[in-house]
């Protein structure tokens, strides 16, 4: 099963879902992770799509979806 990656709208972080069920943000320079998110625990998180320009992301494993987005969910910004 493919698990799908993509960069957010200000280019300085890189989404990836996992077979864990996490969403990672990763920073680009650094190439740490600096930030987790729950979707589904122990389900394959494999799919997800960015909006080319807010801060929100569409999230999918089998048999759930979420929508990530708002104040805190994914907004990162540079320090």
């Not at 320009?53 to 987005?69: E, N, P, Q, Y």
Request: aromatic residues 6%; charged residues 20%; hydrophobic residues 40%.
């Amino acid at each position: 099963m493919q698990i799908e990656s993509a960069i957010i709208t200000n280019d300085n972080f890189v989404l990836s879902g996992s077979k864990t069920g996490q969403l990672f943000c990763w920073d680009l320079v650094s190439a740490e992770i600096v930030k987790k998110y729950i979707h589904t625990p122990n389900k394959v998180l494999n799919s997800l799509s960015v909006h080319p320009r807010k801060d929100v992301v569409l999230t999918a494993c089998v048999g759930s979806i979420k929508l990530w987005g708002g104040t805190d969910d994914i907004k990162m910004e540079e320090g």
